[in-house]
T-cell receptor, first 111, second 113 residues
Framework: SQTIHQWPATLVQPVGSPLSLECTVE??????LYWYRQAAGRGLQLLFY??????ISSEVPQNLSASRPQDRQFILSSKKLLLSDSGFYLC??????????FGPGTRLTVL | AQSVTQLDSQVPVFEEAPVELRCNYS??????LFWYVQYPNQGLQLLLK??????LVKGINGFEAEFNKSQTSFHLRKPSVHISDTAEYFC???????????FGAGTTVTVRA
């Protein structure tokens, strides 16, 4: 069966520091991969998605970037965090045409 | 592009009472519809989905939803809720064969004894 991992589970970082969040999927090949953010009091915002290695689509201009160095690995990064980057970050995967499956999330607090 | 409206941001309900969460969507093409549940500090879990066929869809934990094409709705129901159903619920829609989901703003369900 397929599983999706995210780490770290929680992270507290100072403003201006770098960021690296990792997502890996097991038990499937060539998945579509997604990064979402939930800010306090707001819904889910799609940040990036990838349909293959090295292929990244950005949904909104922002302080973040994404990379997919391997088929089942998706990384979310920032060179300098802002207060507004705080939130709950969710990774998701999909194969075929319908359902996205979500990871457990990373809670990021920028102070 | 498609969009999703969840008509209730908060739904308080007593234990063992029924609950309905309303979801309307707009799209000019055929869509897939989903309900997800999110427990505090966890990821989203799929409750149920409509792809095609029967308009009444049954999901996990006793939930069901009915697709109504004429009213562009996909309301979620449960006849008797438990304390453990306290969570946030998201309706989502995608066009067939599309990479992306569009989510509603979410409905927070609070079940009280």
């Amino acid at each position: 069966s397929q599983t999706i991992h995210q780490w770290p589970a929680t992270l507290v970082q100072p403003v201006g520091s770098p960021l690296s969040l990792e997502c890996t999927v097991e038990g499937t090949s060539n998945p579509n991969l997604y990064w979402y953010r939930q800010a306090a009091g707001r819904g889910l915002q799609l940040l990036f998605y990838s349909v293959g290695i090295g292929q990244i689509s950005s949904e909104v201009p922002q302080n973040l970037s994404a990379s997919r160095p391997q088929d089942r690995q998706f990384i979310l990064s920032s060179k300098k965090l802002l207060l507004s980057d705080s939130g709950f970050y969710l990774c998701a995967w999909k194969t075929g045409t319908d359902t996205q499956y979500f990871g457990p999330g990373t809670r990021l607090t920028v102070l | 592009a498609q969009s999703v409206t969840q008509l209730d941001s908060q739904v308080p309900v007593f234990e063992e009472a029924p609950v309905e969460l309303r979801c309307n969507y707009s799209s000019s093409v055929s869509v897939y519809l989903f309900w997800y549940v999110q427990y505090p500090n966890q990821g989203l879990q799929l409750l149920l989905k409509y792809l095609s066929g029967s308009t009444l869809v049954k999901g996990i934990n006793g939930f069901e939803a009915e697709f109504n094409k004429s009213q562009t709705s996909f309301h979620l129901r449960k006849p008797s809720v438990h304390i453990s159903d306290t969570a946030e619920y998201f309706c989502a829609v995608s066009r067939s064969n599309d990479y992306k989901l569009s989510f509603g703003a979410g409905t927070t369900v609070t079940v009280r004894a």
